[in-house]
């Protein structure tokens, strides 16, 4: 059974950056068709994608918006993803979720989540 879990600073400054750890047990970030995702929730809002690292090669993809702040990569020695977002502000303060997905005839599905990490942007 995988498990996933999220670790980092629960509080980050205004234009720092910040980094936070998802480290999986139970299966291989390399597992084929599997794909590793950072999602959040900003207090009172719904779920934002932020973007994924793929299993095979590494190769990221992110959501436009978050695009140019945001970097996703991973330690495959301590099966590890890690995510990047600099120059954060308030707007940033969230629950941030790590999640595995596989795709399957243009489908994409969650079927593991960390229990979150609450991040908080202030000075």
């Known amino acids: 059974q995988v498990q996933l879990q999220e670790s980092g600073p629960g509080l980050v400054k205004p234009s720092q950056t910040l980094s936070l750890t998802c480290t999986v047990s139970g299966a291989s970030i390399s597992t084929v068709n599997y794909y590793w995702n950072w999602i959040r929730q900003p207090p009172g809002k719904g779920l934002e994608w932020i973007g994924y690292i793929t299993y095979y090669d590494g190769s990221t993809y992110y959501s436009p918006s978050l695009n140019s702040r945001t970097s996703i990569t991973r330690d495959t020695s301590k099966n590890q993803i890690i995510l990047q977002l600099t120059s954060v502000t308030p707007e940033d303060t969230a629950e941030y979720y790590c999640?595995?997905?596989?795709?399957?005839?243009?489908?994409?599905?969650?079927?593991?989540w960390g229990q979150g990490t609450l991040v908080t942007v202030s000075s």
């Open positions: 999640a595995r997905s596989t795709e399957k005839y243009g489908i994409t599905s969650f079927d593991s």
